[in-house]
């Protein structure tokens, strides 16, 4: 046993040294091609931290226009203001692409217990949801723990509002409580939903969110509540109270409007038919000013394309910035992209979308092969003096997927989630949560990324 325990050791020696040697033979390799790039990533990391451009128009976007609705008058202002400043700015082809979008309405809404004592609920209703029409509800309270509690405990739920207590862990864990969550309470005769928020506790602030209502079950109100507002109903029904409640919710659908995705470009001087895009969402809930969700993601990608035209960075390949609309309750932009460019699809080298937040530490996500990751780890590594070298498997986002779904190329997403998902989908999502040197990082990571992968003589992945 020992003889052999020694041979391991001495061939996972072996293998270790071997292994090393590639790597550092792979590393000379790749330093020759990323030496070209150390001085336009300087450039470009020089000139956006020198500059708290990016953030005042951040600030501007949430300041003079304010959260940015589906169908809302304020997403039009944003659009038309957006073009505006882009075409100011000197970029190419700036131009908007039609999407018809939903425009759903909150309308005034409240949630009070009334029993065993009055209080009122910080709540919000779902984006998508139905109202209560013209007379509240008023039912009796079940609160569940888990989609697994509500099906154990289905025979209570017929008549009443249920409440889903479900604690926050991850946004991909907890977010089927809110999406799906309502739709299984009515299937079991629930007359409404209220859903602990998808966040950690925070200063009783409800997060709004979308709500998907499965076919064929009934569609219930469902609002998000605070927290505090979730434990305090569960102190209640733990005490075995009868808890009433009356809801009122006076949203609702209207008739679809025109809308669009704007559109800007730095053509490539090689190949401008190959096209590398990056962007966010301009649409936001209607709470807050969408600072971090998305406007931040919108202003740095922009402002990554405006710092290469700037420095008269021109790449072989053309970079297109994309600010989608309808990401919060449709992605029908996202949806549209990929059918208005799908001849092109098959030209696009890479999309990156900036949508979960700005804040430290931040790392790029990347979904694609592992020729691909590794180059894109080379060129991260020009990042390192503002902490952005990090590259993990990852990049998936909503706007960009239908394209990626239907062109199969390499995506990208550039994550610093930091508090984001405290402010998330609240009140609280506004633009001095963001400092503005985070602002500057993301629009030099994003530059860079994209500048190199326009750039390179082979293809990302290739
Ligand atoms: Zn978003």
Redesign the pocket.
């Known amino acids: 046993m020992r003889h052999q325990h020694q041979r391991l050791i001495v061939f996972a020696c072996l293998l270790f040294a071997s292994l090393a040697s590639t790597a550092r033979a792979q590393t000379a390799a790749s330093a020759a091609w990323l030496d070209a790039y150390r001085e336009p990533a300087s450039q470009l990391i020089a000139a956006s931290t020198a500059s708290t451009f990016a953030w005042n128009r951040l600030a501007q976007l949430t300041d003079t226009i304010g959260h940015r609705l589906s169908g809302s008058p304020a997403l039009d202002r944003a659009i038309k203001w957006a073009i505006a400043e882009m075409t100011r700015d000197g970029l190419e082809n700036v131009h908007t692409e039609p999407v018809m979008i939903p425009r759903w309405v909150r309308g005034k809404e409240s949630a009070d217990i009334l029993a065993p004592a009055p209080h009122a609920i910080a709540m919000l209703g779902l984006g998508d949801s139905v109202g209560t029409g013209s007379t509240a509800i008023q039912a009796d309270v079940l609160v569940v723990q888990s989609m697994a509690d509500l099906d154990a405990r289905k025979d209570l739920a017929k008549g009443r509002i249920v409440v889903f207590n479900v604690p926050f862990t991850t946004y991909d864990e907890t977010r089927p409580v809110r999406t799906d969550g309502p739709s299984l309470a009515a299937a079991d005769g629930a007359v409404a939903a209220l859903v602990r928020s998808i966040g950690p506790p925070g200063l009783r602030l409800p997060h709004t969110g979308s709500v998907s209502y499965r076919a064929g079950a009934p569609k219930i109100p469902a609002a998000a509540i605070a927290t505090e507002d979730a434990d305090r109903l569960q102190r209640m029904a733990d005490r075995g109270d009868r808890i009433t409640i009356r809801l009122q919710m006076d949203a609702h659908f209207e008739a679809d409007v025109p809308s669009a995705n704007v559109v800007a470009e730095l053509r490539g001087r090689e190949r401008p038919d190959e096209v590398v895009v990056l962007g ?2 301009l649409d ?1 809930w209607d709470v807050g000013a969408g600072a971090s ?2 406007g931040g ?1 919108c202003i740095a990608a922009w402002d990554a394309l405006r710092l290469m035209r700037t420095l008269g960075l021109r790449p072989r390949r053309t970079i297109r910035v994309v600010l989608w609309v309808n ?2 309750n449709g992605t029908r932009g996202g949806i549209a992209y990929r059918d208005q460019h799908r001849a092109e699809l098959a030209k696009h080298v890479m999309m990156l979308e900036a ?2 937040g700005l804040f430290s530490p931040v790392s790029f996500g990347f979904n694609g092969n592992n020729k691909g990751m590794a180059t894109a780890t080379a060129i991260a590594s020009l990042l390192a003096p503002i902490g952005a070298d990090h590259v993990m498997i990852g990049g998936e ?2 706007d960009i997927d239908p394209s990626i779904q239907a062109g199969h190329m390499p995506s990208m997403s550039y994550d610093g989630t930091g508090m984001y998902f405290q402010i ?1 989908h609240t009140q609280a999502d506004t633009v001095d949560k963001i400092a503005p040197a985070d602002v500057s990082r993301a629009a030099a990571a994003m530059a860079v990324m994209t500048y190199v992968v326009a750039d390179m003589p082979t293809r990302l992945g290739e």
Request: without cysteine; glycine residues 16%; hydrophobic residues 10%.
């Open positions: 966010g969402h936001s969700d998305d993601g990401e919060e949508d979960s986002e909503a998330h």
